[in-house]
């Protein structure tokens, strides 16, 4: 059976699919993969369907080896720089990875998450219908953690002979404005406040994670911070704190 060794790895790299749907009445997130249209692009260019399992790459590098067998891979996403034993190869198009060859993915040029697919997919165990990891739960992914240096994730089936794919690459808008819609306690901010916090430029400062970022600007103070409570809060919402700095 064909494995990857991860020989050494720079970033919160994790193995991702398409999430978990209807779990979260038990209490866990959907999780899945950050840019599920990098997931669909780099499995269907090993000839995977476009859910299938694979490695998210965030910002980091990785450096991986292909041990027992030839591997199949495609890169989507962000630009991130490949070099195959050395050589420069091409993202967003498959290649092979022999038995004995090192694949190093430096970190990324432009943008943040990358999906490195595999061929036949990662052989690695679901939890509630999914594979992705969700670390706050240790659920998921390769031993419910990150990736790290020495991890072997084994291949299922073996890459066969066939043309390689390739696809345009994928365009990233780095700066563009973002659309809001006020929610059910906008009320509890001025009409001024309103104002500054669409007009405003922030910029995502350290404390981030998958889950959120948190953003540093202008503060956007409610007119009282007691009377502020805590909803579920579902992808794309906005969450302002009493400090009045978006998460």
Not at 74 to 91: R, T
Not at 196 to 214: I, S
Request: hydrophobic share 40%.
């Amino acid at each position: 059976m064909s494995e990857i060794h991860i020989e050494s790895c720079s970033g919160t790299h994790s193995i991702q699919d398409i999430g978990r749907r209807g779990a979260r009445r038990i209490g866990f997130p959907r999780s899945g993969a950050m840019d599920l249209l990098a997931l669909a692009t780099a499995n269907v260019l090993v000839g995977n369907n476009a859910d299938c399992a694979a490695i998210e790459l965030l910002l980091g590098g990785v450096t991986l080896k292909a041990i027992g067998g030839p591997v199949r891979v495609a890169l989507a996403g962000a630009e991130f720089p490949l070099e195959l034993d050395a050589k420069p190869v091409p993202s967003h198009q498959s290649f092979l990875v022999n038995s004995g060859q090192r694949l190093r993915i430096g970190p990324a040029r432009r943008g943040v998450c990358g999906i490195l697919a595999v061929e036949g997919g990662l052989d690695v165990p679901k939890v509630l219908g999914s594979a992705s990891l969700h670390p706050r739960s240790r659920t998921g992914g390769l031993f419910g953690r990150f990736l790290q240096a020495g991890d072997r994730i084994p291949v299922r089936g073996q890459a066969g002979v066939r043309d390689e794919f390739r696809l345009p690459t994928t365009e990233l808008e780095l700066h563009r404005p973002i659309r809001i819609t006020l929610g059910p306690q906008a009320e509890l901010f001025s009409l001024r406040a309103i104002e500054r916090f669409r007009q405003a430029e922030f910029k995502v400062a350290q404390d981030c994670d998958r889950m959120a970022y948190r953003l540093s600007g202008p503060a956007i103070r409610p007119r009282r911070s007691d009377a502020m409570v805590s909803d579920g809060v579902f992808e794309g919402c906005i969450q302002m704190t009493a400090a009045g700095q978006p998460i």
